[in-house]
C-alpha cells in the first residue's frame, strides 16, 4: 500500500513538472520573439521591408505593450485560481497561451495585408501577456504549496529554471534555423517555425496539468472556511505587491537586457551577425541557467536575502565591465563567452530563491494574485520595456553604454528593497506569510 509520505513526494514532483511546462512554453516563445525581433520587424513592421531602427522600435513597442497585459492577466486570472483553486485556473491559462503563441505562427505580414499587420500581431500579444500573466502566480503557487518542509527554494526555482530552459530553447532552435536556412528563407517563412511548435508542445502541458492535483494549502483553507480562502485587507496586499515588484526589479530588468534583448543589441549597435548574437545569448542562458537550482537551495539553507542581494551587487559592480568586454573588437570569442557567462549567472542568483521569495510574502487567500501581480508589474516595466528603452535611448543618444546603465540602476533599487527581508522567512510555515 502506498505511504503517505510516497504519495506526498509523488504530489510534489507532479506539481513541479506540471507547474514548470507552462511556464517553459511562455518564456520559449518570448524568448523567441526577442531572439527574430530584427526579423519580425522587417516582416511586420516595415512597408518597404527593412529591418531599420524605427521598425525594430515598433517591434519592441509591441512587445513591451504584451508585458503590460500581464499584470491584468495576473489580477483576473489570480482572482480565479484564489477562489477556485490552482489547477482549472492554469489549464485555462495554458489553452490562451497556447492558441496565440501558434497564431503568431501563421499571422500574414505587411506584403500581404498592409497595415493590418502589425495590428494583428499586436492583438495576438494582448492575448499572450494576459495568459502570461496568470501563469506565473499560479505555477509558483503550486510548486511552493507542495513543497515539502524547508524546500520551498529549490521547489520555486524550478520556475525560473525553466524561463532558461525555454531561453534556451528558442535561442537554440533560432540558432539552427539560422544556420541550415538562408537569410532569405529564415525572413520569408523559417521564423514561424518555432511558433508553429507550440501546439505540440502546448498538448503535452495541457495533460500534464489535467492529471495535476489541487494543492495542500488551498485544500486546507477551503476545509476551514468551507468556501474560497480568506483574504487580508487591500492595503496590506497591496503593499507587499509593491515590495515584492521592487525586489524583482533587479532581475526583470538584467534578465531580459543580458539574456533576449542582447542578440538586437548586437546586431543593431555592435555589428554582429544574427548567428553570433544567437550564439552569445546561448551562452548567457546557459550561465543563467547553471546557477537557478544551485542559488535555490542555498537560500533553503541560509536565507533569501543573502543570495538575492550577492546577485543583484555583482550586477551592479560587473554590468559595465562586461559591456566593455563585448565592445572591444580586440577581445577574444573566449573572453567575451566568459563575460556573457558571468552576467547570466549573476542573473540566476536573483532568480532561483525569487519565486519562494515571492510565494513567502502572501497567505493562501491572495498568494495567487499577489505573487502573480508583483511578478508581472516588475515584467511590465522593466522587462517588456527594456528592448524599447535601450533601442530608443541608444538611438537618441548613441551611447551603446545604455543596457549597463539601465540594469544597475535597476539592482540598487531592488537592494535596497531585498535589504528589508526578514532573515528567517524560509524558515517559517507559508500560512504564516503576510
Given amino acids: 500500500m502506498e505511504t503517505t509520505t510516497a504519495r506526498g513526494t509523488g504530489s510534489s514532483r507532479r506539481a513541479v513538472v506540471a507547474g ?21 520587424a522587417t516582416n511586420f513592421f516595415s512597408p518597404d521591408g527593412s529591418a531599420g531602427l524605427e521598425s525594430l522600435v515598433k517591434t519592441y513597442a509591441s512587445f513591451a505593450l504584451a508585458f503590460f497585459f500581464r499584470p491584468i492577466g495576473a489580477a483576473l486570472f489570480g482572482r480565479v485560481g484564489d477562489r477556485i483553486g490552482r ?60 513543497a515539502p518542509t524547508g524546500r520551498r527554494g529549490l521547489y520555486g526555482s524550478w520556475q525560473s529554471f525553466t524561463v532558461a530552459l525555454g531561453l534556451l530553447a528558442g535561442a537554440g532552435l533560432a540558432a539552427i534555423l539560422g544556420a541550415v536556412l538562408s537569410a532569405d528563407q529564415l525572413t520569408a517563412w ?29 485544500r486546507r483553507a477551503v476545509a476551514v472556511t ?67 537550482l544551485p542559488a535555490g537551495m542555498l537560500s533553503d539553507r541560509i536565507g533569501r536575502r543573502p543570495v538575492m542581494l550577492t546577485g543583484t551587487v555583482l550586477i551592479v559592480v560587473l554590468a559595465l565591465p562586461l559591456l566593455g568586454v563585448l565592445q572591444d573588437k580586440s577581445s577574444g570569442p573566449l573572453l567575451q563567452g566568459l563575460a556573457v557567462l558571468v552576467a547570466g549567472g549573476a542573473v540566476g542568483l536573483i532568480a532561483g530563491p525569487g519565486p519562494a521569495m515571492l510565494s513567502e510574502m502572501f497567505p493562501t487567500g491572495v498568494r495567487y494574485t499577489g505573487l502573480g501581480l ?42 535596497i528593497a531585498l535589504a528589508t527581508l526578514r532573515g528567517d522567512d524560509h524558515r517559517r510555515p507559508l500560512g504564516e506569510s503576510a
Avoid: H
Fill in 20 to 40: 514548470t511546462v507552462g511556464n517553459f512554453i511562455e518564456w520559449y516563445e518570448f524568448g523567441v520573439y526577442g531572439f527574430f525581433a530584427t526579423i519580425i
Fill in 87 to 146: 489547477k482549472p485556473t492554469l489549464v485555462l491559462v495554458l489553452l490562451l497561451m497556447t492558441g496565440a503563441t501558434f497564431l503568431i505562427g501563421v499571422l500574414p505580414t505587411y506584403a500581404t495585408v498592409g497595415a493590418a499587420a502589425p495590428w494583428l500581431l499586436t492583438l495576438v500579444r494582448v492575448l499572450q501577456g494576459l495568459s502570461a500573466g496568470g501563469e506565473f502566480g499560479g505555477a509558483v503557487s503550486v510548486m511552493t504549496e507542495f
Fill in 190 to 218: 523559417g521564423w514561424r517555425i518555432p511558433f508553429l511548435l507550440a501546439l505540440p508542445l502546448g498538448l503535452v502541458a495541457l495533460w500534464l496539468r489535467l492529471r495535476l492535483e489541487e494543492t495542500p494549502s488551498f
Fill in 226 to 292: 468551507g468556501e474560497a480562502p480568506a483574504r487580508p485587507g487591500a492595503w496590506q496586499t497591496t503593499r507587499a505587491i509593491a515590495v515584492g515588484a521592487a525586489r524583482l526589479m533587479g532581475w526583470s530588468a538584467a534578465g531580459y537586457t543580458f539574456l533576449v534583448v542582447m542578440p538586437a543589441y548586437l546586431q543593431s549597435s555592435l555589428g554582429a551577425s544574427f548567428l553570433q548574437a544567437l550564439v552569445a545569448t546561448v551562452v548567457a542562458n546557459a550561465g543563467f541557467a547553471a546557477t537557478i
Fill in 374 to 415: 508583483a511578478y508581472s508589474l516588475s515584467n511590465a516595466i522593466f522587462s517588456g520595456s527594456a528592448g524599447l528603452i535601450i533601442t530608443a535611448l541608444i538611438a537618441g543618444t548613441s551611447d551603446v553604454d545604455i543596457p549597463a546603465y539601465y540594469v544597475m540602476a535597476t539592482c540598487v533599487v531592488s537592494a
